[in-house]
Each structure stands twice: as C-alpha cells, then as structure tokens.
C-alpha cells in the first residue's frame, strides 16, 4: 500500500480484501468468502464475517493513527472495552463517539474530540489545524455524481482542505478513485450527516 501524494495517509478498506469491496456492497458477496480475513486480525472467519461491516469508523482511526496502527480487530477489541459499540438484539450497533473518543485518548493517547454537531466548512477549519476529521456521511458518498440517497450511516476519514476540495478516505470505496477522493464542499454537504469526531 502506498501512501497518499496528498495527505501521506495509507488508505484501508473496513473488508481485508480490497478488489472483494464492490462485490460485497453492490453484489451481495459473503463476507466469509473473503480470502485474506486473517489479515484484519481477526479470531475466526465468522467473527470477521460478522464485523467487517460495521467497521468503516475504526478503519478511519486506524488509517489516522499510521502504519504502526494496531489490527483492525485489536482496535475493534479495545473499542468495545470502552463501550464504543454495543448489541441490541444480536444487532451490532456503534461506532459510539463518546466513548471511542474516550478509548483513543486513553489507549493511544490522541486528542479526540466529539462534534455532534458539524459544519462543512466546522469540517474545514478543523483540516486546517492540522486536524483528521472522522465524519457521518452516507455510504453512497462512492458516487457522488448521482443524487444523495441520505445522510449518514457510515464513516470516512478527512485529512485536509485543498483548492479542489475536502480531501478524504472512504474505507468501502471500491476503487482506487473512490478510496481516496476529493469532492468540492458542496458535493460533500448532501451526503453529511452534520457530526463527527476530530483528531489530532
């Protein structure tokens, strides 16, 4: 994986293997038909199979704490300590920000603070602080042409303003071109959720 030209960031898809994203949003995949699960640090194929979807947020936290970030499922393990998800009838439910922002101050010692509530150009002031910006938008921000279904639901990880736009990664983007992305703040706005948690 190669870091990005404009941010230096290594982007990371949420499924362990990349090119199976697609197949998995749009085709209806199993997710335990995915050859390189070990890789996300999982236990078994089954614990893999059952998480790897909702795991877009600390797949954004992994991505903004480097390349000696720890797997993605000891974040996941660490997160849950803290409360960061829960189960409301076998139903997963999180990424919580509270209590994630109280595991990454505690566990890796990141300066994270909550915005529940958040403007695009809050979002862009944040950037230029020097700040990562972990924001709600909807998973269809992948084709940003087409008309915003909704907002929020799923996480990606800001990591600065540029003339082009607000620069970011998506870990369900199924490309190249739409893991790492730059949309104009406008193209932006529809799919956000207005709320986020920043890093430094």
């Known amino acids: 994986m190669t870091p990005c030209p404009t941010c ?4 990371r898809t949420q499924f362990a293997s ?8 749009y085709g209806g995949h199993d997710r335990a038909d995915d050859p390189a699960w070990r890789e996300s640090g999982a236990a078994t194929v089954e614990d893999y199979a059952r998480w790897c979807g909702h795991l877009c ?5 992994q ?4 390349a000696d970030a720890p797997s993605l499922f000891e974040l996941r393990d660490g997160a849950l300590e803290h409360g960061a998800y829960t189960e409301e009838g076998g139903e997963i439910r999180g990424m919580v920000y509270a209590p994630f922002a109280e595991y990454a101050r505690a566990a890796h010692g990141v300066d994270a603070t909550v915005h529940r509530r958040l403007t695009v150009a809050e979002i862009g002031a944040l950037l230029d602080e020097g700040r990562r910006v972990i924001a709600s938008v909807h998973f269809e921000i992948r084709r940003p042409h087409r008309p915003a279904p909704g907002r929020g639901g799923h996480l990606v990880l800001l990591t600065r303003r540029t003339a082009e736009g607000l620069h970011f990664h998506n870990p369900s983007g199924v490309d190249a071109a739409t893991r790492t992305a730059t949309l104009p703040a406008d193209m932006f706005e529809p799919f956000f959720a207005g709320r986020g948690v920043s890093l430094r």
Request: neutral net charge.
């Open 8 to 11: 230096g960031t290594t982007a």
């Open 18 to 25: 990349p090119g199976l994203v697609g197949p998995i949003v």
């Open 57 to 61: 947020g600390l797949t954004c936290y």
């Open 63 to 66: 991505m903004a704490l480097g």
